[in-house]
């Protein structure tokens, strides 16, 4: 409407892009992104002489990535100095890549299990632990994927292959190498004990034996199908006899009277007689 109170015929309003190359728009206002940037987009209005003055707007567009895609070639490493390399790729919306690389970073790593190595989402295993979190992102497109760190057995060794108990009750400890497919040590509580022959000495968690009779056993440390054996063999030695009645007095000439010998490991227990010379 004029100053004089007259209705004015529509005014053509122009748009205009300050990066045609990132984003273009239409003179209906529509704006189309072409590749991942910024672009400042105005709107214009021309002034009608004698009624107003020109008028101007401008906004920022931004046209970023939609998605990103993180990669990882294994999710658990089983050996220390095992080494991954994650990669990523964005898309836009219309699933189309993107040139520009994400970030790849670590996020989240509680027990300190890796290690950065060589280029980005490059990683080295340093020891076994809770799972670290690896995240992709570009502009406001984000992925991640969890790591592992869990060391396998990949041979055992016991550092004794044969051992004699000589005590009922006696206890003894057989320790075990185990290491991993690049030779790093794995913690032994990984390993699973057991007697073949438990009423002849059995075996705890931690490779701990306890002899319970006379005969012999095979002691196995396990994990993973891998396994090392030791000969356990339980036979009392006497370390002292004891006779029963106790005897100072043959009453009779040419009497007799019956003793018998008890003879006894350096605990204490008993001897069966097959055992005694």
Same mark, same amino acid.
């Given at each position: 409407m004029t100053a004089g109170g007259q209705v004015q015929g529509s005014v053509p309003l /122009?748009?205009? *892009? +300050?990066? %045609? *190359? =990132?984003?273009t728009i239409d003179q209906n206002g529509v704006v189309h992104g072409l590749t991942r940037g910024k672009?400042? =987009? /105005?709107?214009?209005? %021309?002034?009608?002489e004698g009624v107003d003055r020109p008028a101007a707007a401008t906004d920022t567009v931004w046209v970023v990535a939609v998605s990103v895609i993180l990669t990882r070639p294994v999710d658990t490493l089983t050996s220390l100095n095992d080494t991954t390399c994650l990669t990523a790729a964005a898309y836009d919306k219309q699933g189309d890549s993107l040139t520009a690389p994400p970030t790849i970073s670590k996020t989240s790593d509680p027990d300190n299990t890796l290690a950065a190595f060589g280029q980005a989402g490059c990683? @080295? &295993?340093?020891? +076994?632990? @809770? +799972?670290?979190?690896?995240? &992709?992102q570009l502009d406001t497109a984000r992925a991640q994927r969890t790591l592992t760190v869990r060391q396998v057995v990949a041979s055992v060794q016991l550092t004794q292959r044969s051992l004699r108990m000589r005590s009922l009750a006696e206890t003894t400890s057989v320790a075990a190498d185990a290491r991993d497919a690049r030779g790093s +040590?794995? %913690? &032994? #509580?990984?390993l699973t004990w057991t007697s073949t022959v438990p009423a002849v000495a059995t075996v705890d968690t931690t490779g701990r034996i306890t002899a319970q009779r006379n005969g012999q056993t095979r002691?196995?440390?396990? $994990?993973? $199908?891998?396994?090392? #054996?030791?000969? =356990? /063999?339980?036979r009392q030695d006497a370390r002292a006899v004891g006779f029963a009645p106790v005897l100072d007095t043959i009453r009779r000439v040419a009497g007799t009277e019956t003793a018998h010998a008890t003879a006894r490991d350096s605990l204490g227990n008993a001897i069966p007689d097959s055992l005694v010379a």
């Amino acid at each position: 409407m004029t100053a004089g109170g007259q209705v004015q015929g529509s005014v053509p309003l /122009t748009f205009e *892009s +300050s990066n %045609p *190359s =990132i984003a273009t728009i239409d003179q209906n206002g529509v704006v189309h992104g072409l590749t991942r940037g910024k672009a400042a =987009i /105005t709107a214009r209005v %021309p002034g009608l002489e004698g009624v107003d003055r020109p008028a101007a707007a401008t906004d920022t567009v931004w046209v970023v990535a939609v998605s990103v895609i993180l990669t990882r070639p294994v999710d658990t490493l089983t050996s220390l100095n095992d080494t991954t390399c994650l990669t990523a790729a964005a898309y836009d919306k219309q699933g189309d890549s993107l040139t520009a690389p994400p970030t790849i970073s670590k996020t989240s790593d509680p027990d300190n299990t890796l290690a950065a190595f060589g280029q980005a989402g490059c990683y @080295r &295993a340093v020891k +076994s632990g @809770r +799972s670290a979190t690896i995240v &992709a992102q570009l502009d406001t497109a984000r992925a991640q994927r969890t790591l592992t760190v869990r060391q396998v057995v990949a041979s055992v060794q016991l550092t004794q292959r044969s051992l004699r108990m000589r005590s009922l009750a006696e206890t003894t400890s057989v320790a075990a190498d185990a290491r991993d497919a690049r030779g790093s +040590s794995v %913690p &032994a #509580t990984l390993l699973t004990w057991t007697s073949t022959v438990p009423a002849v000495a059995t075996v705890d968690t931690t490779g701990r034996i306890t002899a319970q009779r006379n005969g012999q056993t095979r002691v196995v440390a396990a $994990n993973n $199908n891998h396994a090392d #054996t030791a000969t =356990i /063999t339980v036979r009392q030695d006497a370390r002292a006899v004891g006779f029963a009645p106790v005897l100072d007095t043959i009453r009779r000439v040419a009497g007799t009277e019956t003793a018998h010998a008890t003879a006894r490991d350096s605990l204490g227990n008993a001897i069966p007689d097959s055992l005694v010379a």
